[in-house]
């Protein structure tokens, strides 16, 4: 996709695992209004609404770099290892991540899915 700045009001992102959704004003590696700051990959950002500094942004999502659906940034759905990829991507591919993130992800599993006593 073209880095673009969007300001209309029709520009939401949509998380398509979570539904989160929210105006974005801007796609693209260098938001507007920054010094020096290149994300390291195209994402959607909006301008942060808690500073009334003009360079303030949050990064909303992006897209997964195997399915191309929208994920928010969100650790429920997706997880960013040299690209971004989808938490379906993620389970579906495991084994082709480094051991650390395979026994991170275990370790997270276990901690959100307690077992019954």
Sequence with gaps: MEQTSIETPQSTFCCQLCGLSSPFTYYGQKPPNTRAIVLLEECFVAKDPFSPEKEK??????????????VCVGPDCSLFYTKRFCMKCVNRHLDHFPQQIQAELAKKKQSSNPSVS
């Design 57 to 70: 942004f949050l990064v909303l999502g992006s897209t997964c770099s195997l399915c191309n659906i929208c």
